[in-house]
């Protein structure tokens, strides 16, 4: 029975022995892919900074208030208002890399050739959104009959349908039956 426990250890020992190498080695590469990805991120933000000095404003910061004649409606909203769904084309075009590369009305003001409508929904519905907390979002941005058309083409143009439509929202019935 000793050397039957003896036998068993040394396979254990040498199963373990086995394991914790293979461990080391998915650590390394783990690393490995680490390292690269941090470098790869440097680069892009190499890239973006290198497109911000030459399409945009370097000094552009979050408090900074924004003008957008969208088909002829001043919106004015913060600049941190209007990017905070990171990762969509609304945060890229108002982030400030792209300042001197979007369309300007005679007063200097971004001009968007969109329907106002719908675009006033959304801005007041991210500026909802950067005053509402997780727990009690906002409503989606909402426009006349008429208009939601537009707005769902506006949501997809400036890539935040996606973003929206994953936010969880409230029964807005709580208590069996509708007001209005």
């Given at each position: 029975k000793m050397e039957e426990l003896s036998t068993v250890k040394q396979h254990l020992k040498a199963t373990l022995d086995h394991?914790?190498?293979a461990l080391k080695e998915q650590v390394a590469k783990l690393e490995d892919n680490e390292n690269s990805l941090k470098e790869r991120l440097k680069e892009l933000n190499g890239k973006k900074l290198e497109a911000t000095q030459s399409n945009g404003d370097v000094d552009a910061a979050n408090d900074d208030l924004i003008e957008v004649n969208a088909g002829g409606k001043i919106i004015a909203a913060r600049r941190s208002t209007l990017t905070q769904l990171?990762?969509?084309?609304?945060?890229?075009?108002?982030?400030?890399?792209?300042?001197?590369?979007?369309?300007?009305?005679?007063?200097?003001?971004?001009?968007?050739?969109?329907?106002?409508v719908g675009f006033r929904a959304i801005v007041d519905y991210l500026n909802e959104m950067s005053v509402s907390s997780e727990d009690d979002p906002p409503i989606l941005p909402e426009v006349d009959d008429e208009y939601k058309h537009i707005l769902r083409h506006q949501l997809d143009l400036f890539g935040i349908s996606d973003k929206i439509l994953t936010v969880e929202m409230p029964e807005s019935n709580l208590l069996g039956f509708t007001i209005g």
């Open positions: 394991h914790e190498q990171k990762g969509t084309r609304m945060e890229a075009l108002f982030s400030g890399r792209w300042d001197k590369k979007l369309q300007r009305d005679s007063n200097g003001r971004i001009f968007f050739d969109v329907n106002p």
